[in-house]
C-alpha cells in the first residue's frame, strides 16, 4: 500500500526507502532485525528471531546512536559520534556509522548460523 517506508528507532527516524527496497535491501541494523523476526512456512514451530534488550526510555537515550547498546554491529564510534543521515543509494538514506565516514574502521562482521542459512 506503501511506496516509502520510513523505519524509525527511540523517536528517530534511521533508515529511508522505498518499500520494495527496505525489503529487498534492509541496511540498517535495526531494520534487518526487524525483516529477520518476521515468520516463514521454513520457520514453522521454531522461535522467531529477537533483538537483545530493549528500546531505552525517551529520558535515558544513548548520547551518540540510539541504537548501539543492542546493535550487534557496534563498535566504540557508535558510543561517541551520533551517525548522520547518509544516502547510500538513490532515495535510499540510513542513519548508520557502517555507511558513513567511519565505515571503514568497522570490525568485520561475525559469521551466525542465520548467515550461513542464507548461503546455502
Known sequence: IADRVAVMYAGQIIETASTAEV???PQHPYTQGLL???P???QRGTDLMTLDGTVP??????P???FEPRC??????CRTIVPASILTAPEHQVRCHLYGPYADTAPAV???DRQEE???
Open 72 to 77: 550487534p554491529r557496534r563498535w566504540d564510534v
Open 110 to 112: 561475525k559469521s551466525t
Open 57 to 62: 526510555p525517551a529520558t535515558a537515550w544513548p
Open 23 to 25: 525489503f529487498r535491501n
Open 64 to 66: 551518540a546512536c540510539r
Open 118 to 120: 542464507k548461503a546455502v
Open 36 to 38: 529477520a523476526s518476521l
Open 40 to 42: 516463514t512456512r521454513a
